[in-house]
T-cell receptor, first 116, second 115 residues
Framework: AQKITQTQPGMFVQEKEAVTLDCTYD???????LFWYKQPSSGEMIFLIY??????QNATEGRYSLNFQKARKSANLVISASQLGDSAMYFC?????????????FGKGTRLSVIA | DAGVIQSPRHEVTEMGQEVTLRCKPI?????LFWYRQTMMRGLELLIY????????DSGMPEDRFSAKMPNASFSTLKIQPSEPRDSAVYFC?????????????FGPGTRLLVL
């Protein structure tokens, strides 16, 4: 059974600083995908970044990067130069297989608060 | 391009009433997922469809819940009869099966309150 663990219920970061949100996963499938989503207070789920299990390089999308350590089964999200608008819930998720036809399993989320 | 569309955005109903939630996936996407979000259980899968065919409905809480996808551009989730414990945010998401990364794009959600 697959499982996603986010151990930080809440995090604080100073504006313009970098922050790392932790995520560990568990799966026996050699092919899988890891995702991060942002949920602001308005409630929508916004896709941020994706990392495939066979990807050799860490994924990056603008200020977001994913620190993928396959042996440790961790997929931490790094947000650089934090902005007030980054304050939100962040969810790590995983799907098994290598296509878009299987569901995601989500972690419990981390609430990030950016302080001015 | 339009994203995933859900309606209604908010629904308040009384226990015992029928509730129907609607979803229009992103055009061209061929996988559709219904998730439910509560404080206690987080985000959990209810059911998903590939090419309009239900694949796994093991997450549907009980027989009071049913879902259909009559065509590629429309899906419904129905609760009959509704109960207070069904109060939650219901999300619809879609993805493209052939996409290498298979990112799921979420609708804005339907916030359901059953009194």
């Amino acid at each position: 059974a697959q499982k996603i663990t986010q151990t930080q219920p809440g995090m604080f970061v100073q504006e313009k600083e970098a922050v790392t949100l932790d995520c560990t996963y568990d799966t026996s499938d050699p092919s899988y995908g890891l995702f991060w989503y942002k949920q602001p207070s308005s409630g929508e789920m916004i896709f941020l970044i994706y990392q495939g299990s066979y990807d050799q390089q860490n994924a990056t999308e603008g200020r977001y990067s994913l620190n993928f350590q396959k042996a440790r089964k961790s997929a931490n999200l790094v947000i650089s130069a934090s902005q007030l608008g980054d304050s939100a819930m962040y969810f790590c998720a995983m799907r098994e297989g290598n296509s878009g036809n299987t569901p995601l399993v989500f972690g419990k989320g981390t609430r990030l608060s950016v302080i001015a | 391009d339009a994203g995933v569309i859900q309606s209604p955005r908010h629904e308040v109903t009384e226990m015992g009433q029928e509730v129907t939630l609607r979803c229009k996936p992103i055009s061209g996407h061929n996988s559709l997922f219904w998730y439910r979000q509560t404080m206690m259980r987080g985000l959990e899968l209810l059911i998903y469809f590939n090419n309009n065919v239900p694949i796994d409905d093991s997450g549907m809480p009980e027989d009071r819940f049913s879902a259909k996808m009559p065509n590629a551009s429309f899906s419904t989730l129905k609760i009959q009869p509704s109960e207070p414990r069904d109060s939650a945010v219901y999300f619809c998401a879609s993805s493209l099966i052939s996409s290498g990364r298979g990112a799921q794009y979420f609708g804005p959600g339907t916030r359901l309150l059953v009194l």
